[in-house]
């Protein structure tokens, strides 16, 4: 993690991008664009380096494009870059058809010379898999959410077929391969730029200094302050509405709602939901909730002794009262988590036997564990709202008096970017959550919990159960759905004994901006692209 918090640092000394900490020019940038606030800084430019934050979740549908997209409804992976694809018999080889004339971004340090090929996709995933790559160690080697799908053991090669055609070669059938290439993780860079990098030795501004083909282009970075987006002028489905798009990233000043209510910000993303009716007083502000595929959490680190003992696991279970929180945090914006699946997932299984609020099981457990004098935690708290948890240390406090109320002391202790790859780190339990890309069942399960996911670090609880990742793995390679069904059903069955994760709560994707703003897409899982958006006076 530190690797890529320098090239963040670097990327603010850099002469190209510009800035000094100044204050953004609200009424100007109405004229042409937008102000959208409510989430941090980025780590990284390259969502490929990172499993979570502003940069995959929100900038990447701006700056970059992948190879199919996930339809918002169907929750199937559709054309985008490949405008059609091919699969084998064999269900191992598939070929990707580009579309012609996709013309990469022109930026202050980079000028494309052609458009879009077969190269360029190429090379995006060959950093990713291969170790021989000459980026493939720059920002570090991590690239953790590829990594939490085991997907460098799953591709086994990427070749050009021709100019416009890519194939991919796999190590074995794999039901979720369409929907893992149609995240923003998945973003397709350019050859060109990289080639012209390297020669010159300056590898890293390829994640600093990105060149995408999406809508817009980076145009500024005031660390701690701004980011702003430019148009691109030659983007492929048409030039957008807005000609800039500015995000609010300090924390100077009012808070966010301020910002928004003061005309300092158009546009909140995941206002608290405390905030709710403020907001939706104002006639001016639109407020957009939409389902989303979500899920907050408590991980287990089970490599601690107590927190090893499935017992404990379960006794915390037990004596979380999850609709206090959904109750005092939510404000009716969340539904009770039965399962690490959300409601909208086709393997949802809700379990209202193992998933409950009882007190008087819980000390029964923690007596049978030999804890009956008490027991002593630590939990690590974040401080930023996220959709599936509109307010982390809320949360955290009640769970806080729900365990003292069963004999657990447990002391907070808030870090919102804690290292997940730091395990000398003496912390019993996060408070955290996980924003689907896709619809597939594997999207939860494998990042999270999978023997693979531990080994890198995206699987906080230290948890490897080689049942279910086997059964993981089966759901992949038969090809009915019904048979995935019940091989999902059958691993959220060992997840509900075990409890290396405790569900709590399913949140909503919620947005406000001001009125006059309109042609946002709606999606369950990130935001979608702003090349629509636009102000209707």
């Known amino acids: 993690m530190k690797a890529i918090i320098q090239l963040t640092l670097g990327l603010f000394s850099f002469g190209l991008l510009t800035g000094c900490g100044e204050a953004i020019d609200h009424e100007k940038i109405r004229q042409n664009g937008f102000v959208y606030c409510g989430q941090g800084g980025p780590y990284t430019f390259n969502p490929q380096l990172t499993d979570s934050g502003i940069t995959p979740e929100t900038l990447s549908p701006q700056l970059f494009d992948s190879l199919l997209t996930i339809d918002p409804d169907t929750y199937e992976p559709v054309a985008n870059l490949a405008k059609s694809w091919q699969v084998d ?59 939490g799908i085991d997907f460098q053991n799953l591709v086994v090669d ?42 010159r030795d300056d590898k890293g501004m390829l994640d600093s200094h990105p060149v995408g083909t999406g809508p817009f282009y980076l145009y500024e970075y005031q660390f701690n302050d701004l980011i702003r987006l430019k148009q691109h002028k030659d983007y492929w489905k048409g030039q957008t509405k807005m000609s800039q798009v500015v995000f609010d990233i300090s924390n100077r000043g009012t808070g966010t709602l301020a910002k928004l209510l003061r005309k300092e910000c158009d546009v909140l993303s995941a206002p608290l939901s405390s905030q709710l009716p403020v907001i939706e007083s104002r006639e001016d502000i639109t407020l957009t909730a939409k389902p989303a595929m979500n899920i907050s959490f408590v991980a287990v680190n089970t490599s601690h002794p107590a927190m090893n003992d499935s017992r404990v696991r379960k006794a915390l279970n037990y004596a979380i009262n999850r609709q206090n929180i959904l109750d005092s945090v939510y404000y009716g914006t969340g539904t009770q988590a039965y ?28 007596r049978e564990a030999g804890y009956s004098k008490g027991l002593e935690l630590t ?80 699987n906080v609880s230290s948890w490897c159960n080689p049942d279910f990742d086997f059964l993981l793995d089966l759901a992949l390679e038969v090809d009915k759905k019904r048979y995935r069904l019940n091989l999902y059903r059958q691993a959220q069955n060992i997840l509900n004994e075990q409890f290396p994760v405790i569900p709590l709560n399913h949140g909503m994707q919620l947005q406000a901006q001001h009125h006059s703003l309109k042609g946002f897409k709606v999606s369950p899982f990130n935001s979608q692209p702003f090349d629509n958006v636009e102000r209707v006076k």
Request: hydrophobic share 35%; aromatic share 12%; charged share 20%.
């Open 379 to 458: 939990m690590s708290v974040p401080l930023e709202p996220r959709a599936y948890n509109p307010s982390p240390r809320k949360t955290a406090e009640l769970i806080q008096a729900n365990l003292a109320d069963v004999g657990i002391t447990l002391h907070l202790l808030t870090d919102d970017r804690y290292d997940r790859t730091d395990s000398s780190a003496n912390i019993d339990l996060y408070l955290t959550g996980w924003i689907a890309n896709t619809g597939d069942p594997d999207s939860f399960f494998r990042p999270l919990l999978s023997c693979d996911s531990k080994r890198v670090g995206l």
């Open 89 to 147: 018999e064999s269900g191992t080889v598939y070929t990707f058809n580009l579309r012609d004339n996709v013309a990469f971004q022109t930026t202050p340090w980079f000028t494309p010379s052609r458009a879009l090929n077969a190269e360029d996709v190429v090379f995006s995933f060959r950093r990713i898999l291969d170790s021989t790559n000459p980026f493939h160690y720059v920002g570090g080697g991590i690239y953790p959410w590829f990594n």
């Open 158 to 199: 990427v070749s050009a077929v021709s100019k416009n055609q890519v194939k991919f070669v796999l190590s074995r059938p794999d039901n979720s391969f369409l929907s893992s290439i149609a995240t923003s993780h998945a973003v397709i860079h350019s050859k060109e730029y990289a080639t012209q990098l390297e020669l």
């Open 339 to 366: 399962s690490i699946l959300p409601p909208s997932s086709w393997a949802y299984q809700k379990d209202t036997t193992q998933i409950r609020y009882d007190r008087n099981y819980a000390i029964a457990l923690l």
